[in-house]
């Protein structure tokens, strides 16, 4: 094991420190792995050209001019990457919508960064999860069934 030096400014120790509470760890040096290899794992994971599935959380004010249209229009014009939205109204200005998506990690990166980056829009989030590709083999014959 390495030992290295970091500056850190107040806020950052401040949140590095509540998450180490929060989880139990028992030093800063164990929360800040586990960032990292989070961090990393992202990174990993956004490399591959593998099919992945997503989840896209994203808040948004419904007043902000044209925007819900915008928002529509990009999910539109990646149809391929869309398979459902569920949108919520949380107030009379703000909504959230959850994107289910399934593709290519970039692609979906990059949906992703195009609908969190649009003006009005806050509060968002991508998880992504690896699908591991497996041939898929039943034990019974459904060609025969009505």
Same mark, same amino acid.
């Given at each position: 094991?390495?030992?290295?030096?970091?500056?850190?400014?107040?806020?950052?120790?401040?949140?590095?420190?509540?998450?180490?509470?929060?989880?139990?760890?028992?030093?800063?040096?164990?929360?800040i792995r586990d960032l990292i290899r989070d961090a990393a794992s992202r990174e990993n994971i956004l490399s591959q050209a593998g099919e992945?599935?997503?989840?896209?959380?994203?808040?948004?004010?419904?007043?902000?001019?044209?925007?819900? &249209? /915008?928002?529509?229009?990009?999910?539109?014009? %990646?149809?391929?990457?869309?398979? $459902?939205?569920? !949108?919520? #109204?949380?107030?009379?200005?703000?909504?959230?919508?959850?994107?289910?998506?399934?593709?290519?990690?970039?692609?979906?990166?990059?949906?992703?960064?195009?609908?969190?980056? &649009? /003006?009005?829009?806050?509060?968002?989030?991508? %998880?992504?999860?690896?699908?591991? $590709?497996?041939? !898929?083999? #039943?034990?019974?014959?459904?060609?025969?069934?009505?």
């Open positions: 094991m390495e030992r290295i030096t970091i500056t850190i400014d107040e806020d950052l120790l401040a949140t590095v420190d509540g998450l180490m509470n929060r989880r139990g760890y028992t030093s800063r040096s164990e929360a992945c599935v997503a989840v896209l959380d994203y808040v948004y004010d419904h007043e902000t001019r044209a925007l819900a &249209q /915008r928002l529509t229009h990009e999910l539109h014009t %990646h149809h391929d990457l869309s398979v $459902a939205t569920m !949108h919520v #109204h949380l107030d009379h200005e703000r909504c959230l919508e959850t994107a289910i998506l399934r593709g290519p990690a970039p692609a979906l990166q990059k949906l992703s960064d195009t609908v969190s980056t &649009q /003006r009005g829009v806050s509060h968002a989030s991508l %998880h992504i999860i690896p699908v591991e $590709a497996h041939a !898929h083999a #039943h034990a019974k014959d459904h060609s025969s069934e009505v």
